[in-house]
């Protein structure tokens, strides 16, 4: 019995990562990681851009579409997609009507998302507050990578040394995690989806979950799952 996961990524520094770090350790643990597929951002044009949650009629229309091309039993689905700047649109599904923070408010906006599809093999996952909290787990790691940056970087982890769990760092549109690399490393935006999985393999995963509690829940479930 073969079991085949398929993650569905916001953008392509998540489908980076999903292929070259969480595809080899979700193998030894008896998953198979399905080539990640990027968000639809148009439903006229599935065959068109992706990348970034930004449409979700789009994106409905595309897991409908995932859900019913594979019958596999053994197949599951999930998402890997950020809570920050998410639509309102999605935000409604659970009777929200502004930005969501609590782990608790984003449990239940998974749960809605997941009732919106009469799907049993789906589990919608949600970043908190998005993907970049993973990277501020070890800024050693960052400096390591991002080495011309050192004294920007140095000045971040003196910033959020105070966090035990980076899932907590948000606090407005200058000091989320992408905000907070961005003035950390020139250029960052252009450079992470080909470096953020340097940064995490040189973190480690030992280090990543333990500072970020819902990312190593969420991990966590796919690991038993593979070896039940």
């Known amino acids: 019995m073969k079991k085949r996961l398929l993650i569905y990524c916001e953008g392509q520094t998540e489908e980076m990562v999903v292929s070259r770090l969480l595809r080899p350790h979700l193998a030894n643990h008896g998953v198979t990681v399905e080539r990640p597929i990027l968000v639809a951002s148009s439903s006229a044009n599935p065959d068109g851009q992706r990348g970034g949650f930004v449409n979700w009629d789009a994106i409905e229309a595309d897991l409908r579409t995932l859900f019913s091309g594979d019958a596999d039993p053994n197949l599951r689905f999930t998402t890997l997609l950020d809570v920050f700047r998410m639509p309102a649109k999605v935000l409604s599904l659970a009777g929200f009507t502004s930005p969501i923070s609590s782990v608790a408010d984003i449990e239940k906006l998974e749960a809605a998302i997941s009732n919106v599809f009469s799907e049993t093999r789906f589990t919608p996952y949600l970043q908190r507050h998005e993907f970049e909290a993973l990277l501020l787990a070890d800024p050693d790691a960052l400096a390591s990578v991002f080495h011309r940056h050192k004294p920007g970087i140095a000045t971040l982890k003196h910033d959020i040394v105070g966090f035990a769990n980076t899932e907590d760092i948000n606090h407005g549109p200058d000091t989320h995690p992408a905000a907070r690399l961005a003035k ?27 500072k970020n509690p819902r990312f190593h829940a969420w991990l966590d479930h796919w690991e038993k799952w593979g070896l039940a």
């Open 184 to 210: 950390a490393i020139a250029g960052y935006n252009d450079l992470k989806a080909s470096n953020a999985y340097f940064v995490l393999a040189e973190t480690g995963f030992d280090c990543i979950r333990a």
